[in-house]
């Protein structure tokens, strides 16, 4: 396995500044998974047609140095200016004449970035013009003076203060004065921002100690530990893909990920070339694991540095002949229903339709307890095999069908009104639903109001015992 190896070096102009320093190196599975190194792997997706794509988890590895980065409390303070917002998206992803797959975003930040012991701007302009002052030379005396003056008038005005006898007419007879003889660094005054910008073209800091936010013992780190990864079995010209969960115990639980259930055999023939069981789970140690690597590759294509590792679970799917089929009660009558639609509902049953709203919900209560003693034989029957009632949250997406109570009473527009009634008192112990048992310390009557009133509500899913 490789990791990526984390050290601060001197700046080669200003020793004082120190630069990032990557490299990759070999470390065991054990000290990658159980110290959070961020593992340098293959690009999981599509690597013989995009063998230089960035992998998702190199896209997180980069966020999250940005994150860190650019943290208000790694900046510092006293030279603010200089400690610029980074962005650590790559403009390119991996380095052509790089074998080890190590992203550029991280050459990149070991060009752009200096770290130092909270140097005051002070600091940084005498350290600036130190580095003019021991390169003073043509390159360098030009490079100052085009960042202290802006226009050619002030480029003129500013070399006459050294010699009156100078005439320029053109940017070429300011390339062809001897520069570093008209003038020196400590010529310059109150010039203290375009000095540092002259000894460092991309002038841009943060605190030493940021460094300790992502390495873990001298590696690339942004977890305590990893927690999973897979692994890619090749047998038979075939990948079988196992789902690794690292315990607390150190060990680790291999978890077929079984997509074509003809390939159950050769997970079992692949275990058994492993543990001497035909099994499809296997539990083993980091080592043993890592001694798989000669015909399987490990990745991490789980693992993101964004928010709280996920760690992937095994899946199924589940078929569709063999779901469950949930029961539920249907259309209720309740208090929110227009005068209209209670008419045309006592309309249907030959009652009175004059009068107030309440009047008309107080028919219906009469009407839903008439067809309830009417039909509760018929729905005796149809409950003597109990149903369970489901609690909330159970997943419904696997089941295969979905549908309202059918017992086969004849009793028109309030049949499901009349079943929800009957589950109601015969629910014993808010989970089975049986005609064996009947809860009478309420009228039907009083039990008819109530659902009306939303005050008691049999929108469940239940499922035949």
């Given amino acids: 396995m490789k990791a990526i190896k984390v050290t601060l070096i001197p700046d080669k102009t200003i020793p004082e500044f120190n630069r990032l320093q990557f490299m990759t190196q070999e470390v065991s599975l054990r000290e990658m998974l159980l110290n959070g190194y961020h593992p340098i792997v293959d690009n999981e997706y599509y690597p013989e047609y995009y063998p230089s794509a960035l992998s998702r988890l190199d ?6 140095l940005e994150d860190i980065l650019n943290d208000k409390k790694n900046i510092i303070k006293e030279a603010a200016q200089f400690s610029n917002a980074i962005s650590c998206s790559p403009r390119r992803y991996y380095n052509d004449t790089n074998d080890e797959g190590m992203p550029t975003v991280l050459d990149d930040l070991s060009r752009r970035l200096y770290f130092v012991d909270n140097y005051n701007y002070d600091t940084i302009t005498k350290l600036a013009r130190r580095t003019l002052r021991n390169n003073w030379n ?34 070429d007879e300011v390339s062809s004065l001897d520069l570093p003889n008209i003038f020196n660094i400590d010529d310059v005054k109150g010039k203290d ?8 073209s991309s002038p841009n800091f943060r605190l030493t100690g940021v460094v300790d936010e992502f390495i873990n013992k001298g590696y690339l780190s942004f977890r305590n530990r990893l927690k999973g990864f897979s692994l890619y079995a090749d047998v038979e010209d075939k990948k079988l893909i196992y789902i690794a969960h690292v315990t607390k115990e150190n060990r680790v639980q291999l978890i077929p990920h079984i997509a074509i259930p003809e390939d159950r055999i050769l997970y ?15 539990d083993l140690s980091i080592e043993e694991v890592e001694s798989l690597q000669d015909n ?4 991490f294509p789980t693992l993101r540095y964004e928010k709280v590792e996920e760690v992937r679970s095994s ?28 008419i045309s509902i006592l309309e249907a049953y030959d009652k009175k339709v004059s009068g107030v709203k309440d009047e008309l919900l107080d028919r219906i209560v009469d009407v839903v307890v008439e067809l309830y003693r009417k039909v509760k034989k018929d729905l005796d029957k149809y409950f003597e095999t109990p149903f369970v009632k489901l609690s909330y949250g159970y997943s419904y997406q696997n089941t295969s069908r979905k549908k309202i109570f059918d017992p086969g009473i004849d009793v028109g527009s309030l049949s499901q009104m009349v079943v929800a009634v009957y589950i109601a008192r015969h629910l014993r112990a808010e989970r089975i639903l049986s005609s064996n048992w009947e809860n009478s310390s ?24």
Avoid: P
Wanted: hydrophobic share 40%; charged share 20%; with cysteine.
């Fill in 59 to 64: 896209k997180s590895m980069a966020k999250a």
């Fill in 138 to 171: 043509t390159r360098t005396a030009h490079n100052v003076l085009m960042h202290v003056t802006g226009s050619f008038n002030d480029t003129r005005a500013f070399l006459k203060q050294f010699d009156k006898n100078i005439t320029l007419r053109s940017w």
């Fill in 193 to 200: 921002s375009a000095i540092i910008y002259a000894a460092i």
């Fill in 268 to 282: 079992k023939q692949y275990a058994k070339s492993i543990t001497g069981k035909k099994q499809y789970c296997m």
């Fill in 296 to 299: 399987a590759t490990i990745g």
């Fill in 315 to 342: 899946s199924a799917v589940v078929r569709n002949d063999l779901g469950l089929t949930l029961y539920r009660t249907g259309t209720m009558v309740d208090k929110d229903y227009t005068n209209k639609t209670l």
């Fill in 442 to 465: 309420y009228t039907i009557k009083d039990l008819v109001k109530s659902m009306i009133n939303g005050e008691v509500t049999t929108n469940h899913h239940f499922i035949r015992a």
